[in-house]
T-cell receptor
Framework: SQKIEQNSEALNIQEGKTATLTCNYT??????LQWYRQDPGRGPVFLLL?????KEKRKERLKVTFDTTLKQSLFHITASQPADSATYLC???????????FGAGTTVTVRA | NAGVTQTPKFQVLKTGQSMTLQCAQD?????MSWYRQDPGMGLRLIHY???????DQGEVPNGYNVSRSTTEDFPLRLLSAAPSQTSVYFC???????????FGSGTRLTVV
């Protein structure tokens, strides 16, 4: 079965630095990959989607890469701020049927 | 524009009781899903729907029923509550534009 691993449960970084999160998956070749942000006690919020034929996607201070050969996505937060502190989830739609599977998430804490 | 509305926000049930978690969206989205979120396990898909009248099972469907009589509503029924169903439940919806899923604020359910 499909397995999605976000290989760091927690990431602590200094304000202004770049946070890099990893999402690895096995067995399938998804048509696209999504990243979400979740704050405590709230539902996840959609951030970015990257398709299998796209190498990189940017949105403001966020950058996502997608390497289908390595079966890996990297999520970067540049010039990080304390307001970026949250849990970040990657999600895959294996069969392009809008049935999303999620990783367990990485909790990012940005120190002022 | 309310997005995805879930009720109730909190619920305590006794073992064996049944109840329905309500979910409504006002974005005319075709796709709707129910997830449960447990510490360390991430979001797990319970049931999903690709349109009115069409539902299918996700990863952890046992003990839950769904129906989709309208585009807007997607209730989740717990048939006979068990302590293992103590969790936070999220409803989510998506259109066909790959704009990501919109999540509700969640229902925190405790079964005693």
């Amino acid at each position: 079965s499909q397995k999605i691993e976000q290989n760091s449960e927690a990431l602590n970084i200094q304000e202004g630095k770049t946070a890099t999160l990893t999402c690895n998956y096995t067995n399938y070749s998804p048509a696209y990959l999504q990243w979400y942000r979740q704050d405590p006690g709230r539902g996840p919020v959609f951030l970015l989607l990257i398709r299998e034929n796209e190498k990189e996607k940017r949105k403001e201070r966020l950058k996502v890469t997608f390497d289908t050969t390595l079966k890996q996505s990297l999520f970067h937060i540049t010039a990080s701020q304390p307001a970026d502190s949250a849990t970040y989830l990657c999600a895959l739609d294996m069969a392009n049927d809008y049935k999303l599977s999620f990783g367990a998430g990485t909790t990012v804490t940005v120190r002022a | 524009n309310a997005g995805v509305t879930q009720t109730p926000k909190f619920q305590v049930l006794k073992t064996g009781q049944s109840m329905t978690l309500q979910c409504a969206q006002d974005m005319n989205h075709e796709y709707m899903s129910w997830y449960r979120q447990d510490p360390g396990m991430g979001l797990r898909l319970i049931h999903y729907s690709v349109g009115a009248g069409i539902t299918d099972q996700g990863e952890v469907p046992n003990g839950y029923n769904v129906s989709r009589s309208t585009t807007e509503d997607f209730p989740l029924r717990l048939l006979s509550a068990a302590p293992s169903q103590t969790s936070v439940y999220f409803c989510a919806s998506s259109g066909t534009d790959l704009g990501g899923y919109t999540f509700g604020s969640g229902t925190r359910l405790t079964v005693v």
